[in-house]
Nanobody
Framework: QVQLVESGGGSVQPGGSLRLSCAAS????????MNWYRQASGKQREWVGR???????YYDDSVKGRFTISRDNAKNTVYLQMNNLKPEDTAVYYC?????WGQGTQVTVSS
């Protein structure tokens, strides 16, 4: 069974950090690339960034310089390191292969 499982979400104060994980299983290999998306309450899901098969990484301007995507092919896991978090980063975060979505993990940034 193909699965993507996100973890690492939680509640932090503005300026804090979190690291999200996206563990893949089944026929999915993170070495082929992965996207991160997020969806705030009442808003459309939006793209956050992606890591390509070759290792290049791209980010939305809203997170550039604060978020970092990386992966561990041996663990078949992709990470989203989020620093200097802002209240507007509050959302459910999802990883997405291009076909398969994970279940999401909630990130709340509030003082």
């Amino acid at each position: 069974q193909v699965q993507l499982v996100e973890s690492g979400g939680g509640s932090v104060q503005p300026g804090g950090s979190l690291r999200l994980s996206c563990a893949a299983s089944g026929s999915v290999s993170v070495a082929n690339g992965m996207n991160w998306y997020r969806q705030a309450s009442g808003k459309q899901r939006e793209w956050v960034g992606r890591i390509m098969s070759g290792g290049s990484v791209y980010y939305d301007d809203s997170v550039k310089g604060r978020f970092t995507i990386s992966r561990d092919n041996a663990k078949n896991t992709v990470y989203l390191q989020m620093n200097n978090l802002k209240p507007e980063d509050t959302a459910v975060y999802y990883c997405f292969t291009g076909i398969i979505w994970g279940q999401g993990t909630q990130v709340t940034v509030s003082s």
